[in-house]
């Protein structure tokens, strides 16, 4: 596959994301789109109430120009398309009913997990109509095993599991950002390795239109990129993992991802089962806040962590 491919779609989408920003983001101020910050939160945060939100739509139309102008129209494109517009689809819809009607939760759970389950059941459509093996790899060995027709749901607990925990991880400036960009260049490296090209040009993207938008979220963010944006890189994670037949290897490029959601998931049920808490707070990312960690250590850390886990990814496939 010819790299200049691979670069162009990191410098075209990245290059959106920055001249769109300083159009964008003004509109999304006027609009009045700003962050409601929750009070039960670190009290540092209390001061970013107001910063615009939704810019994950910057994310998305940079990723998307970049992605329909360099990948072939294959059935995997078209996999990649839907998950990650699919579920950021549900991450507009909360975001704007957060904003506009004023509900700091936005859709209830049983909506947002419709919307999640819609557009998963979706893909295990796409996948079945392209005959996509449904065995699944160990990492690193030449062992395999076909699920048949138990590989889809597990095709919808793996983007559950992804979407949600990316999710988790949009919580400071610029810390899923940098992660995302950083799990997505350890799935260009695999997708090249493993041919599958559109993957790589999605991942491609990616890099680029989070960096860009990294540009206007590193601290102290002029915009967060809210669900839409969050929801949309999970999704898009989670398809890039499964049409590279490395569904068990997210774990581990995904590191920082699943951390985050492992520690609220030990925080709520530590809590109603004992009535304790375990960390500070949850996800992890506030309690090493709430330890006396300032926001750009606990981001730099996190990002190098997942350099760490991006690495041991890679390992498993060269």
Not at 112 to 121: A, E
């Amino acid at each position: 596959m010819d790299m200049m491919v691979i670069l162009f779609s990191i410098g075209v989408s990245f290059l959106l994301a920055v001249l769109l920003g300083p159009l964008f983001i003004p509109l999304l101020r006027r609009l009045k789109f700003g962050q409601q910050i929750r009070t039960e939160g670190p009290q540092s945060h209390l001061k970013k109430g107001g910063t615009p939100t939704m810019g994950g739509i910057l994310i998305m139309i940079a990723l998307m120009i970049a992605f329909i102008r360099f990948a072939d129209k294959t059935p995997e494109f078209w996999v990649l398309l839907t998950a990650s517009l699919g579920f950021g689809l549900v991450g507009f819809l909360d975001d704007y009913i957060k904003i506009v009607f004023k509900r700091s939760l936005g859709l209830t759970a049983r909506q947002k997990l419709f919307g999640q389950l819609l557009f998963s059941i979706i893909v295990c459509a796409m996948l079945y109509n392209m005959n996509h093996s449904t065995e699944i790899t160990i990492p690193g060995t030449a062992w395999g095993f076909d699920l048949g027709w138990f590989y889809y749901p597990l095709v919808v607990i793996i983007m559950f599991a992804a979407s949600n925990s990316v999710n988790f991880t949009d919580g400071l400036d610029g810390l899923l950002a940098g992660t995302s960009a950083i799990a997505f260049g350890a799935f260009t490296i695999v997708a090249l390795q493993t041919s599958a090209h559109e993957s790589a040009v999605f991942s491609a993207a990616m890099i680029g239109a989070v960096l860009g938008f990294l540009v206007f979220n590193a601290h102290p963010a002029k915009v967060f990129m809210g669900d839409m944006g969050s929801l949309g890189i999970g999704g898009g994670i989670a398809a890039v993992a499964i049409l590279t037949k490395t569904e068990l290897l997210l774990i581990v490029i995904g590191g920082v991802f699943v951390l985050e959601m492992l520690s609220v998931i030990i925080q709520v049920a530590s809590f109603k089962t004992r009535g304790k808490r375990v960390f500070k707070m949850s996800p992890i990312h506030h309690h090493f806040e709430l330890v006396g960690w300032s926001e750009w250590k606990v981001v730099t850390v996190f990002w190098l962590v997942g350099l760490l886990f991006a690495a041991a990814g890679i390992m498993f496939v060269i």
